[in-house]
């Protein structure tokens, strides 16, 4: 099951090499190293390859890309995962990719898979999430990646359909690569493997929360805020995640890390922008 | 210089419309309500139309896109800018811009400027950077935003040039709109006003961090790593932000929020995924 695509074939994206009989994958998460998705998704793949695990040691949902710069950072070996290598870290998602290569594997690995995370990343979630920036830092450092999600937040969500689905996304990474700079964003629907209908490649979604801040007042009579809020898409086209997941599809969105909006460029050029007196 | 441009001349993008006579502009930053950046752009533009700033109560930078959803806010009204509204937040950057449209101007500003930051968000640089983040968020408000950033780290640093290119850029942006869900990243070269060469649009460069983790140990013997690192830049092209910078030009890249690798759909549409077994 090798495609090796011609590049010529897919608008001049340079594919990256199939990869090495044993890879090294590299497994991270934003929920905390102990949560039941990062179990899974060890557990789905840890046969396909040798598998490390650097996660941090408490969760980091909504971290976005964040990365730790005014305080220093701990890594510490644990035995939580039996013979897998593990190692549990004080920082972000970015710091835990940024640290792997640098102090615990010494080299890339060939392979670097996040999640499986409690709740939905699709649509405008992978700007916030702290799974997608493990993988955004990990195809930054040109290593192929995907970050994995379940659209349920419960504790004892049942991954066993997400963990299917990510095993098979690593399968099709490792024998065929990925574009250059493109990593994905893998959605699992909340459901049974009876109506799961598949998966379907698509475009994120124009969707976005709307914010309602739950304001309360501590012992002391002054005002504090809970985020919170709902979301609502926007986009009506049955290309989207959106709509994959809202119909059963797992929906898988290919992500770069280039975020220039090329086509706005010959606009801005016919700005006047002074800079003289 | 009101250019009003016709959609089908930018490729069918919407533009926002020009805006009214005296706009509600918001300000935040990712410094902190007291850096020195975030004052020297109030004073650029405070004449523009009306200023509200809610910004960070301490420095936020490395921060992406987070949000805080695992405590709760503090927010609270400051008289740092005398006559103009101001508010500082426990939260990061992109917790600013949502408090305050939710609970500070209770609508939609028309136009919402971040910084200016004190050194470079270029590149890839506008994964990480809270400045960008606050901008970010306005644009998936549907908020005409710019961030502003000085490639100078120092306290010390001059803002001079860089507050006059943020007013030219609000003003153009005040002016004319900006194409729907779009938002700029305007970085301004460290260099004095005799040696800089202007404006230019650019595209975001193919560049990234080379981190160089510093380890140490503390008094207790235990390891701990300091994130440090050096930038390089892989990107040859003369029309990226890297070049426009080294050229003693400010560049202005259009940013969406849109991080669908649209070309690599059809390459992904050839695998095979299983999902029976």
């Not at 060890?42 to 046969?47: L, W």
């Not at 770069?256 to 086509?263: C, G, I």
Request: proline content about 5%; overall charge negative; aromatic content about 8%.
């Amino acid at each position: 099951m090798n495609l090796n695509p011609d590049p010529k074939k897919t608008n001049n994206l340079l594919i990256s090499q199939p990869m090495i009989e044993r890879p090294l994958i590299l497994i991270s998460n934003d929920d905390g190293i102990t949560a039941p998705g990062i179990i899974a998704l060890v557990n789905a793949v840890k046969d396909l390859g040798e598998v490390v695990v650097v996660a941090p040691d408490s969760p980091q949902s909504g971290m976005g890309h964040a990365v730790t710069i005014t305080r220093p950072l701990r890594l510490d070996q644990t035995k939580l995962y039996g013979e897998i290598i593990s190692y549990q870290c004080s920082g972000t998602p970015a710091d835990c990719v940024k640290l792997a290569v640098d102090k615990v594997l010494h080299r890339k690995p060939d392979l670097l898979l996040s999640g499986i995370n409690h709740g939905s990343n699709s649509s405008i979630n992978v700007l916030y999430s702290g799974t997608m920036s493990a993988a955004m830092e990990g195809a930054i450092e040109g290593i192929p990646a995907a970050g994995f999600s379940l659209c349920d937040f419960s504790y004892e969500a049942n991954f066993m359909l997400a963990a299917k689905i990510a095993r098979e996304v690593a399968i099709n990474i490792i024998n065929n690569g990925l574009p250059k700079g493109v990593l994905l964003n893998v959605n699992i629907p909340k459901t049974d493997a009876a109506s799961f209908k598949g998966t379907k490649v698509c475009r994120q979604a124009l969707a976005k929360w709307e914010e309602e801040f739950d304001e309360r007042k501590d012992p002391n009579g002054r005002k504090y805020y809970w985020l919170s809020g709902k979301f609502v898409n926007f986009d009506n086209g049955n290309d989207t995640d959106e709509w994959a997941l809202s119909n059963n599809f797992a929906s898988i969105v290919p992500v770069h890390f280039d975020l220039t909006a090329h086509n706005a460029i010959a606009y801005l050029n016919q700005w006047n922008i002074k800079h003289e007196d």
